[in-house]
């Protein structure tokens, strides 16, 4: 919208008010309309968008007030100014606070009267200008789309359809790499909140002496390098959601202050004194059992029945392989758009190779392969000799370790058997980087770290 564009409704009973403000914003470069009246000026409304509305409060029968309410409710985007002689002064201060944008008092300057237009103009480009940002924002960091047909993920559509307009607290479970962040955003899309910040905080990716302080925020002095007072994610989600991925991570001490937050709504910064209220709705998420870290006293009760109001477990992609091809097909039209490849399809030999894997990392690593693929490719075509290792390598037979001997045996332990070689191999095929090892097997370092000390196998290479 330009300014020589703007166009002005005038509302005011007298003629010569209403031919001297035509005149005056006809040279002005506005395109100027007139109304004696109230019912005058809504028809006008009906018929034609206004930038602004300029209305004498006092008229007779209905007033410039009963005016500015209609307005609002039919076209909320126009800026209304109200004129007032000075006896009238408490009335268009009534006026503002029904959302009238500014008043002038009669007699006025004209100066004063094109000063207040122009700003009115401004305020009303800047409005839709931030419209747009928000929406263009929100359109390019919009998620990734859950994507299947299969009843094991139609199962996860429905849950999220019946929680999302829900206020209560959700707790999202699977394996890493089931695309649980998706199921989050998607709940926080379909809810009330779907306009207001989204805030994902990977609670196991802070180290734990700062997890504190950005979850909460803290005042100035609070610690060595807190040179400010800073708000943390769960003020900046205020209105929103917040999404606590691997809330299993978050030492004990922490979930307490969790807990308190979630049952009084407000939060205390690290070193402040004071409690703010906050609005934030929790969606938590975790690839742990939370009851069997409740059982063994590293995660509190009290605050997995919180979180836990209602779950939503996310299955893995070997459990609805059938969604296989329509995902392959949709990361290769995103990765095709976004490395500007021309790679439209996958050969019959590749996607059955592709069927014939079960994908430990789940829906990530399937996304992964799909990129690699893309960005290897030397044609239109994903052929066998770009797919990743991991998918070509033929399949391994169960390791005896796996097996129940014919005498049994005791389960913890062979659990704790097959954990331990898997930890050593992913050790080994990282050359001993735990933080990659860690992260081949799709678990925090922290957790890789505890698990490591658990078996006995914190000095491995």
């Not at 934030?280 to 605050?303: K, M, S, Y």
């Not at 399949?395 to 045996?409: F, N």
Request: glycine fraction near 6%; include cysteine; charge should be negative.
């Amino acid at each position: 919208m330009s300014v020589a564009k703007a166009r002005v409704l005038v509302v005011d009973d007298e003629r010569s008010m209403r031919e001297f403000l035509e005149i005056f914003f006809a040279r002005e470069g506005y395109e100027a309309v007139t109304a004696a009246d109230v019912d005058t000026a809504l028809m006008a409304l009906d018929a034609d968008d206004f930038d602004v509305v300029i209305s004498d409060v006092q008229m007779p029968g209905k007033g410039g007030i009963e005016l500015l309410r209609a307005i609002k409710e039919r076209a909320p985007e126009t800026v209304v100014i109200m004129i007032t002689a000075f006896a009238t002064t408490e009335t268009a201060i009534e006026a503002m606070k029904e959302g009238a944008y500014d008043y002038v008092t009669k007699p006025f300057k004209v100066d004063e009267l094109r000063l207040v237009v122009e700003k009115a103009l401004e305020k009303k480009l800047l409005s839709a200008e931030n419209r747009w940002l928000r929406s263009e924002l929100k359109n390019r960091t919009r998620p990734r789309t859950m994507v299947g047909t299969s009843n094991a993920i139609s199962q996860v559509y429905e849950l999220v359809a019946q929680v999302a307009p829900t206020k209560t607290n959700v707790l999202v479970s699977g394996e890493s790499g089931t695309g649980k962040e998706l199921v989050a955003r998607a709940i926080h899309d379909q809810s009330e909140r779907g306009e207001h910040p989204f805030v994902a905080v990977n609670c196991g990716a802070i180290p734990e002496n700062l997890l504190e302080s950005e979850l909460f925020g803290h005042v100035r002095g609070a610690f060595t390098g807190a040179i400010d007072n800073r708000a943390g994610l769960f003020e900046a989600a205020e209105s929103g959601t917040i999404f606590l991925d691997e809330i299993g991570e978050i030492p004990l001490p922490l979930q307490v202050k969790l807990l308190r937050v979630i049952q009084d709504k407000n939060v205390r910064r690290v070193g402040g004194s004071s409690d703010d209220p906050v609005d934030v709705r929790i969606v938590a998420a975790t690839n742990r059992d939370l009851q069997e870290e409740v059982a063994l006293g590293r995660f509190r009760e009290d605050l997995f029945y919180r979180l836990n109001v209602i779950q939503i477990h996310v299955p893995a992609l070997r459990d609805r392989m059938e969604d296989v091809p329509l995902l392959v097909q949709h990361f290769l039209a995103k990765y095709a758009s976004e490395l500007d490849r021309s790679v439209d399809r996958i050969d019959d030999e590749a996607m059955a190779r592709i069927q014939g894997y079960t994908f430990p990392g789940n829906v990530r690593e399937l996304e992964n392969s799909i990129e690699r693929a893309v960005a290897l490719s030397q044609g239109g075509t994903i052929h066998l000799d770009v797919l990743p290792p991991a998918i070509l390598a033929p399949r391994r037979a169960p390791k005896a370790s796996s097996r129940l001997p014919e005498e049994g045996g005791d389960l913890d332990e062979m659990l704790a058997q097959v954990e331990r070689e898997l930890l050593r191999e992913a050790l080994g095929r990282t050359g001993g980087v735990k933080k990659k090892a860690a992260s081949l097997l799709g678990v925090s370092f922290r957790s890789f770290r505890y698990r490591l000390e658990k078996l006995g196998l914190d000095d491995s290479p």
